[in-house]
C-alpha cells in the first residue's frame, strides 16, 4: 500500500511558468514532510521540508504549502528555470521510517 | 548539510559473483543507516536499516542472505549483493539521518550491473 501518492507523474513547465506538485499522505503520526530533487544518475538531495506545525514554508522559489486537515502537501517551483528540470519525490516520515512517494518528472522547457 | 558518500559510484560484476558497496557518512556518526534500491523511473524502495553494532532489520521480501548488510562503525554501512544475477543491476542508494534525526540525507547512489 502506497503510504504517500504523489502527482502528476510528469509534468512539463514553460520557463519562468510555476511548477505544482502535489502530495497526500493518510498516517496522521507523519510528523516530518520532505521534499527531494534527484538527478539522472544522482542520488536524492534534500529540498526543502516542512514539519506539519506550520502551514507553509518558503525557501526562495520553493515553497511548501501544507494542509493538514485535508492530509495533503505540494511543493511550488517559482520562475521555474531548465536547472530545475529533474525528478521530485515527496515524503512523509515519523522517526526514522521514510515514506517516499512516486516521484514526478519536471521537464522545464526554454 | 551531512555528507554521505557511497563507492563505488558504479560496478558491472558478473553473474554469479559478489559485490560490496560502501556507504559512509563523512563529517557525523551514524549509528543507522538506510539502503534503498531503485529502479528506473521508479521510486525509492526501502530495502534494510542497518544498525551500529547489531544485526539489520529488512523490508519484506528482501532476502537477507543475498543483501548481507554490514555496519560496523559509526561512519560505515556496507551492503554485499551475493551471487549476483542479472535482476539484482539497480541503483543502491544509503542514506543516514543527520544530527536533526528529522533529516535523511543521501549518498549519491550505486549502479550495479551484472552481466
Known amino acids: 500500500q502506497q503510504q504517500v501518492k504523489q502527482s502528476p507523474q510528469s509534468l512539463i513547465v514553460q520557463k519562468g511558468g510555476i511548477s505544482i506538485i502535489n502530495c497526500a499522505y493518510e498516517n496522521t503520526a507523519f510528523d516530518y514532510f520532505p521534499w527531494y530533487q534527484q538527478f539522472p544518475g544522482k542520488g536524492p538531495a534534500l529540498l526543502i521540508a516542512?514539519?506539519?506545525?506550520?502551514s507553509e514554508k518558503k525557501e526562495g522559489r520553493f515553497t511548501i504549502s501544507f494542509n493538514k486537515s485535508a492530509k495533503q502537501f505540494s511543493l511550488h517551483i517559482m520562475d521555474s528555470q531548465p536547472g530545475d528540470s529533474a525528478t521530485y519525490f515527496c515524503?512523509?516520515?515519523?522517526?526514522?521510517?521514510?515514506?517516499f512517494g512516486t516521484g514526478t518528472s519536471l521537464t522545464v522547457i526554454p | 548539510g551531512a555528507v554521505v558518500s557511497q563507492h563505488p559510484s558504479r560496478v558491472i560484476c558478473k553473474s554469479g559473483t559478489s559485490v560490496k558497496i560502501e556507504c559512509r557518512s563523512l563529517d557525523f556518526q551514524a549509528t543507522t543507516m538506510f539502503w534503498y534500491r531503485q529502479f528506473p523511473k521508479q521510486s525509492l524502495m526501502l530495502m534494510a536499516t542497518?544498525?551500529?553494532?547489531?544485526?539489520?532489520?529488512?523490508e519484506q521480501g528482501v532476502e537477507k542472505d543475498k543483501f548481507l548488510i554490514n555496519h560496523a562503525s559509526l561512519t560505515l554501512s556496507t551492503l554485499t549483493v551475493t551471487s549476483a544475477h542479472p535482476e539484482d543491476s539497480s541503483f543502491y542508494i544509503c542514506s543516514a539521518p543527520g544530527v536533526d534525526s528529522y533529516e535523511q540525507y543521501f549518498g549519491p547512489g550505486t549502479r550495479l550491473t551484472v552481466t
Open positions: 515524503a512523509a516520515s515519523t522517526g526514522n521510517q521514510f515514506y
Open positions: 516542512i514539519r506539519p506545525d506550520v
Open positions: 542497518s544498525n551500529e553494532g547489531s544485526k539489520a532489520t529488512y
